[in-house]
């Protein structure tokens, strides 16, 4: 069983930064894919940013530019930091890591991004 723990969450203003972590504890194999997704209240969830064990990242469009994945393999931890935010950045932001052998996915409980002047 894998247990994910987000923090970083908060309020920020429009144009400001923000970082997130996600710890993940239990049976992590280095061969997981570590993700980010967010959800917008009445919008479908969505993924922001993903990086492999080898260190491959990909970001929404929508987040380009804007943001930066990262994992540190020995603290299972991944993870996120978006600059120049924006009101549509306020969502629930999810981490998640998923085995790239099982595909067995785990998710984290989320933590509040909200970008408010």
């Known amino acids: 069983q894998v247990q994910l723990v987000e923090t970083g969450g908060g309020s920020v203003q429009p144009g400001g930064s923000l970082g997130l972590s996600c710890a993940a504890s239990?049976?992590?194999?280095?061969?997981?894919?570590m993700r980010w997704h967010r959800q917008a209240p009445g919008k479908q969830r969505e993924l922001v940013a993903g990086?492999?064990?080898?260190?491959?990242?990909n970001y929404a469009d929508s987040v380009k530019g804007r943001a930066a994945i990262s994992r540190d393999n020995a603290k299972n931890t991944v993870y996120l930091h978006m600059n120049s935010l924006k009101p549509e950045d306020t969502a629930v932001y999810y981490c998640?890591?998923?085995?790239?052998?099982?595909?067995?996915?785990?998710w984290g409980q989320g933590t509040q991004v909200t970008v408010s002047s």
């Open positions: 990086i492999t064990s080898s260190g491959r990242t």
């Open positions: 998640n890591v998923q085995s790239t052998m099982t595909q067995k996915a785990y």
């Open positions: 239990g049976s992590i194999f280095s061969d997981y894919v």
